[in-house]
Protein backbone atom coordinates (compact mmCIF):
# COMPACT_ATOMS: atom_id res chain seq x y z
CA UNK A 1 0.00 0.00 0.00
CA UNK A 2 1.19 3.55 -1.06
CA UNK A 3 0.94 6.42 1.16
CA UNK A 4 1.18 9.67 -0.73
CA UNK A 5 4.46 10.02 -1.82
CA UNK A 6 5.98 7.55 1.44
CA UNK A 7 5.45 4.07 1.69
CA UNK A 8 5.25 4.78 5.45
CA UNK A 9 1.76 5.47 6.96
CA UNK A 10 1.34 8.80 8.65
CA UNK A 11 1.86 8.33 12.37
CA UNK A 12 -0.51 9.91 15.20
CA UNK A 13 0.23 10.16 18.64
CA UNK A 14 -1.99 9.58 21.41
CA UNK A 15 -2.01 10.76 24.62
CA UNK A 16 -4.75 9.36 26.94
CA UNK A 17 -5.89 6.60 29.34
CA UNK A 18 -5.44 2.74 28.64
CA UNK A 19 -8.69 1.13 28.87
CA UNK A 20 -8.74 -2.36 29.09
CA UNK A 21 -12.17 -3.23 27.62
CA UNK A 22 -10.78 -2.02 24.09
CA UNK A 23 -13.77 0.44 23.84
CA UNK A 24 -12.45 3.52 24.74
CA UNK A 25 -9.06 5.57 25.54
CA UNK A 26 -6.14 4.37 23.74
CA UNK A 27 -7.35 1.13 22.18
CA UNK A 28 -10.26 2.93 21.08
CA UNK A 29 -7.23 5.26 19.20
CA UNK A 30 -5.21 2.34 18.03
CA UNK A 31 -7.80 0.73 16.71
CA UNK A 32 -9.55 3.19 14.89
CA UNK A 33 -5.99 4.36 13.42
CA UNK A 34 -5.53 1.48 12.37
CA UNK A 35 -8.16 1.31 10.06
CA UNK A 36 -7.85 4.10 8.77
CA UNK A 37 -4.51 3.27 7.48
CA UNK A 38 -2.39 5.23 10.47
CA UNK A 39 -0.01 4.16 12.36
CA UNK A 40 -0.60 4.90 16.25
CA UNK A 41 1.72 6.21 18.69
CA UNK A 42 0.72 5.69 22.29
CA UNK A 43 1.40 7.57 25.56
CA UNK A 44 -0.21 5.64 28.54
CA UNK A 45 -0.67 8.78 30.79
CA UNK A 46 -3.46 6.88 33.07
CA UNK A 47 -5.38 3.39 33.39
CA UNK A 48 -8.94 2.46 33.63
CA UNK A 49 -10.14 0.15 35.95
CA UNK A 50 -13.28 -0.40 34.33
CA UNK A 51 -15.48 -3.04 32.08
CA UNK A 52 -18.06 -2.40 29.99
CA UNK A 53 -20.78 -1.64 32.40
CA UNK A 54 -18.70 1.14 34.10
CA UNK A 55 -15.45 2.46 35.95
CA UNK A 56 -14.19 1.57 39.07
CA UNK A 57 -11.11 3.59 39.40
CA UNK A 58 -8.64 5.70 37.35
CA UNK A 59 -4.96 5.50 38.23
CA UNK A 60 -2.70 8.80 36.77
CA UNK A 61 0.89 8.06 36.09
CA UNK A 62 3.49 10.04 37.30
CA UNK A 63 4.06 13.14 34.79
CA UNK A 64 7.47 12.38 34.47
CA UNK A 65 6.62 9.48 33.33
CA UNK A 66 4.32 10.36 30.67
CA UNK A 67 6.54 13.20 29.66
CA UNK A 68 9.35 10.34 29.20
CA UNK A 69 7.08 8.12 26.89
CA UNK A 70 6.46 10.93 24.69
CA UNK A 71 9.72 12.63 24.20
CA UNK A 72 11.20 8.95 23.52
CA UNK A 73 9.07 8.27 20.88
CA UNK A 74 9.17 12.12 19.28
CA UNK A 75 12.61 11.74 18.75
CA UNK A 76 12.55 8.73 17.03
CA UNK A 77 9.30 8.83 14.89
CA UNK A 78 7.95 11.81 12.70
CA UNK A 79 4.31 12.57 13.39
CA UNK A 80 1.69 14.04 11.40
CA UNK A 81 -0.95 15.08 13.93
CA UNK A 82 -1.60 14.59 17.96
CA UNK A 83 -4.70 13.59 20.19
CA UNK A 84 -5.66 14.11 23.85
CA UNK A 85 -8.31 12.54 25.72
CA UNK A 86 -8.22 12.14 29.11
CA UNK A 87 -4.82 12.19 31.00
CA UNK A 88 -5.99 11.87 34.61
CA UNK A 89 -4.47 14.70 36.55
CA UNK A 90 -3.94 18.23 36.19
CA UNK A 91 -0.08 17.40 36.81
CA UNK A 92 -0.18 15.80 33.58
CA UNK A 93 -2.11 17.94 31.33
CA UNK A 94 0.61 20.80 32.55
CA UNK A 95 3.35 18.10 30.85
CA UNK A 96 1.86 17.34 27.95
CA UNK A 97 0.91 21.34 27.24
CA UNK A 98 4.83 21.73 27.29
CA UNK A 99 5.32 19.42 24.85
CA UNK A 100 2.82 19.80 22.70
CA UNK A 101 3.66 23.47 22.36
CA UNK A 102 7.02 22.16 20.71
CA UNK A 103 5.33 21.02 17.85
CA UNK A 104 2.66 23.73 16.91
CA UNK A 105 2.53 23.04 13.39
CA UNK A 106 1.13 19.74 14.00
CA UNK A 107 -2.90 19.52 14.06
CA UNK A 108 -4.06 18.76 17.50
CA UNK A 109 -7.63 17.11 18.42
CA UNK A 110 -8.78 17.36 21.95
CA UNK A 111 -11.64 14.29 23.27
CA UNK A 112 -12.18 15.77 27.10
CA UNK A 113 -13.56 12.11 27.61
CA UNK A 114 -15.55 13.02 30.68
CA UNK A 115 -16.72 9.61 31.32
CA UNK A 116 -13.69 8.32 32.48
CA UNK A 117 -14.45 10.74 35.69
CA UNK A 118 -18.26 10.86 36.46
CA UNK A 119 -18.96 11.07 40.26
CA UNK A 120 -15.46 13.21 40.78
CA UNK A 121 -16.75 16.67 39.71
CA UNK A 122 -13.73 18.03 41.30
CA UNK A 123 -11.13 16.76 39.64
CA UNK A 124 -13.08 17.04 36.59
CA UNK A 125 -13.24 20.78 36.95
CA UNK A 126 -9.48 20.74 37.64
CA UNK A 127 -8.80 19.00 34.78
CA UNK A 128 -10.94 20.82 32.52
CA UNK A 129 -9.50 24.66 33.47
CA UNK A 130 -6.02 22.99 33.05
CA UNK A 131 -7.04 21.95 29.36
CA UNK A 132 -8.43 25.30 29.00
CA UNK A 133 -5.73 27.48 30.09
CA UNK A 134 -2.97 25.30 28.74
CA UNK A 135 -4.34 23.24 25.73
CA UNK A 136 -6.90 25.23 24.25
CA UNK A 137 -5.29 27.72 22.48
CA UNK A 138 -3.31 25.22 20.61
CA UNK A 139 -5.85 22.96 19.66
CA UNK A 140 -7.36 22.38 15.77
CA UNK A 141 -10.57 20.35 16.35
CA UNK A 142 -12.20 19.87 20.00
CA UNK A 143 -14.84 16.96 19.63
CA UNK A 144 -17.10 17.46 22.39
CA UNK A 145 -20.86 16.82 23.41
CA UNK A 146 -22.98 19.89 24.37
CA UNK A 147 -22.41 19.13 27.81
CA UNK A 148 -18.43 18.92 27.57
CA UNK A 149 -18.27 22.56 25.98
CA UNK A 150 -20.41 24.00 28.83
CA UNK A 151 -18.35 22.01 31.34
CA UNK A 152 -15.43 23.32 29.76
CA UNK A 153 -16.25 26.70 29.52
CA UNK A 154 -17.58 27.15 32.84
CA UNK A 155 -14.37 25.76 34.89
CA UNK A 156 -12.22 28.00 32.45
CA UNK A 157 -13.75 31.10 33.69
CA UNK A 158 -12.21 32.79 36.69
CA UNK A 159 -15.63 33.40 38.38
CA UNK A 160 -16.88 30.04 37.82
CA UNK A 161 -18.30 29.58 41.02
CA UNK A 162 -20.48 32.57 40.41
CA UNK A 163 -21.50 31.48 36.57
CA UNK A 164 -22.56 28.17 38.04
CA UNK A 165 -25.21 30.04 40.81
CA UNK A 166 -26.41 32.66 38.07
CA UNK A 167 -29.71 32.48 37.74
CA UNK A 168 -28.99 32.48 34.27
CA UNK A 169 -26.99 29.88 32.86
CA UNK A 170 -24.21 30.12 30.11
CA UNK A 171 -25.55 29.24 27.05
CA UNK A 172 -24.68 26.95 24.76
CA UNK A 173 -23.56 30.02 21.81
CA UNK A 174 -21.44 32.09 24.67
CA UNK A 175 -19.32 28.94 25.64
CA UNK A 176 -18.38 27.98 22.16
CA UNK A 177 -17.31 31.86 21.32
CA UNK A 178 -15.65 31.41 24.96
CA UNK A 179 -13.60 28.67 24.47
CA UNK A 180 -13.12 29.54 20.57
CA UNK A 181 -11.77 32.62 21.86
CA UNK A 182 -8.90 30.85 23.85
CA UNK A 183 -7.08 30.49 20.84
CA UNK A 184 -8.46 27.01 19.13
CA UNK A 185 -9.22 26.62 15.73
CA UNK A 186 -12.98 24.72 15.57
CA UNK A 187 -14.89 22.85 18.13
CA UNK A 188 -16.97 19.84 16.59
CA UNK A 189 -20.33 19.60 18.52
CA UNK A 190 -21.84 16.39 19.37
CA UNK A 191 -25.19 15.68 19.06
CA UNK A 192 -24.50 13.14 21.99
CA UNK A 193 -27.88 12.86 24.44
CA UNK A 194 -29.96 15.46 22.43
CA UNK A 195 -33.54 14.48 21.57
CA UNK A 196 -34.86 13.96 18.44
CA UNK A 197 -33.90 11.03 15.38
CA UNK A 198 -31.31 12.39 14.38
CA UNK A 199 -27.77 12.80 15.86
CA UNK A 200 -26.99 16.32 14.55
CA UNK A 201 -23.45 17.35 14.67
CA UNK A 202 -22.30 21.02 13.99
CA UNK A 203 -18.60 21.99 13.55
CA UNK A 204 -17.75 25.68 14.61
CA UNK A 205 -15.04 27.86 14.05
CA UNK A 206 -14.19 31.76 14.54
CA UNK A 207 -16.88 32.30 11.61
CA UNK A 208 -19.42 30.93 12.78
CA UNK A 209 -21.47 27.28 11.70
CA UNK A 210 -18.79 25.70 8.96
CA UNK A 211 -20.63 22.36 8.46
CA UNK A 212 -23.52 20.75 10.09
CA UNK A 213 -24.18 17.14 9.42
CA UNK A 214 -26.82 14.81 10.57
CA UNK A 215 -26.93 11.17 11.30
CA UNK A 216 -29.47 8.34 12.30
CA UNK A 217 -29.99 8.03 15.80
CA UNK A 218 -29.22 4.52 16.43
CA UNK A 219 -30.88 2.47 19.22
CA UNK A 220 -27.57 1.13 21.18
CA UNK A 221 -25.88 2.35 23.97
CA UNK A 222 -22.21 2.90 23.07
CA UNK A 223 -18.41 2.61 24.99
CA UNK A 224 -16.18 4.75 23.03
CA UNK A 225 -18.13 6.54 20.42
CA UNK A 226 -16.56 9.98 21.29
CA UNK A 227 -13.41 8.82 21.44
CA UNK A 228 -13.96 6.56 17.95
CA UNK A 229 -15.25 10.28 16.65
CA UNK A 230 -12.00 12.32 17.47
CA UNK A 231 -9.32 9.69 16.54
CA UNK A 232 -10.69 9.11 13.03
CA UNK A 233 -10.80 12.88 13.03
CA UNK A 234 -6.98 12.44 13.65
CA UNK A 235 -6.52 9.99 11.39
CA UNK A 236 -7.82 12.05 8.86
CA UNK A 237 -5.99 15.22 9.51
CA UNK A 238 -3.26 12.96 9.56
CA UNK A 239 -3.64 11.70 5.64
CA UNK A 240 -3.47 15.80 5.26
CA UNK A 241 -7.36 16.86 4.79
CA UNK A 242 -8.53 20.18 5.88
CA UNK A 243 -10.68 20.41 8.45
CA UNK A 244 -14.14 20.37 7.15
CA UNK A 245 -13.36 16.97 5.18
CA UNK A 246 -12.10 15.36 7.82
CA UNK A 247 -14.45 15.68 9.86
CA UNK A 248 -17.12 14.70 7.56
CA UNK A 249 -15.12 11.60 6.52
CA UNK A 250 -14.42 10.93 10.53
CA UNK A 251 -18.24 11.04 11.19
CA UNK A 252 -18.63 8.36 8.18
CA UNK A 253 -16.19 6.36 9.63
CA UNK A 254 -17.90 6.49 13.40
CA UNK A 255 -21.11 6.23 12.17
CA UNK A 256 -20.50 3.07 10.22
CA UNK A 257 -18.40 1.93 13.05
CA UNK A 258 -21.30 2.18 15.60
CA UNK A 259 -23.88 0.66 13.11
CA UNK A 260 -21.86 -2.82 13.37
CA UNK A 261 -21.38 -2.63 17.30
CA UNK A 262 -21.00 -5.71 19.26
CA UNK A 263 -21.41 -6.73 22.83
CA UNK A 264 -18.84 -8.58 24.19
CA UNK A 265 -19.82 -8.17 27.66
CA UNK A 266 -22.87 -7.53 29.96
CA UNK A 267 -22.82 -3.79 29.23
CA UNK A 268 -22.38 -1.31 26.58
CA UNK A 269 -22.22 -2.18 22.93
CA UNK A 270 -18.76 -1.23 21.59
CA UNK A 271 -17.54 0.34 18.07
CA UNK A 272 -16.70 -2.04 15.48
CA UNK A 273 -13.50 -0.48 13.63
CA UNK A 274 -12.82 -2.56 11.72
CA UNK A 275 -16.32 -2.98 10.31
CA UNK A 276 -15.18 -3.06 6.76
CA UNK A 277 -13.24 -6.26 7.33
CA UNK A 278 -16.13 -8.38 8.44
CA UNK A 279 -18.18 -11.12 6.10
CA UNK A 280 -21.54 -9.77 4.96
CA UNK A 281 -22.75 -12.39 6.30
CA UNK A 282 -22.38 -11.23 9.91
CA UNK A 283 -24.38 -8.39 8.36
CA UNK A 284 -27.52 -10.57 7.88
CA UNK A 285 -27.34 -12.16 11.14
Not at 5 to 30: E, K, R
Amino acid sequence: MSYGTSDVPPSVLCFATSDATGGGGLQSDVLTLASMGCHPLTVVAAVAVRDTRGIEELLALDADAVAAQARAVLEDIPVQALKLGLVGNVENVAAIAEILSDYPDLPLVLEPALSYVEGDEGAADEMLAALAELVLPQVTVLVASRHEVLRLALASLEDADADADADEPLLLEDAVAHLLALGMEYVLLTGVGEPGPQVVNILMGAEGVVRTDAWERLPARFLGAGATLAGAVAAALAHGMEVPEAVREAQEFTFQALSGAYRPGMGLALPDRFFWARPEERDDA
